[in-house]
């Protein structure tokens, strides 16, 4: 299993820019997750999905939207890109009822808004 | 909603110290208390987890304390070596609901060699 994948690794954007990060995770994962990741800040949940068709805001999902189209699938789409939102984004997956397991987490993607 | 509070945020031990790292929370409903570890450039992968009904757990060097009615759980590295140097996240959930887990601003440890 290639686990959860992000593409890609690193991109620059201008201000105003739009872009999709890519996410997927080849363990039949019900639950999914964005995280942004900030110096010093720990990671800040972006919006998470807890199955396909169903997804919900986290903590920080202005300027974000998501779509979950299928179960190994949940892209991330940036509409406006501003400053604020340089980070490293980490796309997750874990399985249960409902929380209480392990999550898995991509490798990230490193965005520069300049 | 739960509000988790991590200490330090930077450790620096000497290879073959113990380190330690502790983490409250403020909901009495969570259950499930992971931690993780993130390397430079990774993304973060769980070390260890302890749920509400034990006290602790043990993995070789590393082991999880929870007290439920202090509301605080840590995490013990032993023998600390150079690779464990990385960023550690302690995180707090509620097991069987659809609540999303809470991390904590995260650890870094730094093993001197």
């Known amino acids: 299993n290639a686990g959860v994948t992000q593409t890609p690794k690193f991109r620059i954007l201008k201000i105003g820019q739009s872009m999709t990060l890519q996410c997927a995770q080849d363990?039949?994962?019900?639950?999914m997750y964005w995280y942004r990741q900030d110096p010093g800040m720990g990671l800040k949940l972006i919006y998470y999905s807890v199955g396909a068709g169903i997804t919900d805001k986290g903590e920080v999902p202005n300027g974000y939207n998501v779509s979950r189209s299928t179960t190994e699938d949940f892209p991330l789409r940036l509409e406006l890109a501003a400053p604020s939102q340089t980070s490293v984004y980490f796309c997750?997956?874990?399985w249960g009822e409902g929380g209480g397991e392990t999550q898995y987490f991509g490798p990230g993607t490193r965005l520069l808004v300049l | 909603g739960e509000n988790v509070e991590q200490h330090p945020s930077t450790l620096s031990v000497q290879e073959g110290d113990s380190a330690v790292i502790k983490c409250t929370y403020s909901?009495?409903?969570?259950?499930?208390f992971p931690w993780y570890k993130q390397e430079l450039g990774k993304g973060p992968q769980l070390i260890i987890d302890?749920?509400?009904?034990?006290g602790e757990k043990k993995d070789q060097r590393i082991a999880v304390t929870l007290n439920k009615t202090a509301k605080h759980f840590s995490l013990h590295i032993t023998e600390t070596q150079p690779e464990d140097s990385a960023v550690y996240f302690c995180?707090?959930?509620?097991?069987?609901?659809?609540?999303?887990?809470?991390f904590g601003r995260g650890t870094s440890l730094i093993v001197h060699p």
């Open positions: 995180a707090a959930e509620l097991s069987g609901g659809s609540y999303i887990p809470t």
């Open positions: 302890i749920r509400s009904n034990v």
């Open positions: 363990m039949n994962h019900n639950y």
């Open positions: 997750a997956s874990s």
């Open positions: 909901d009495s409903a969570s259950n499930y």
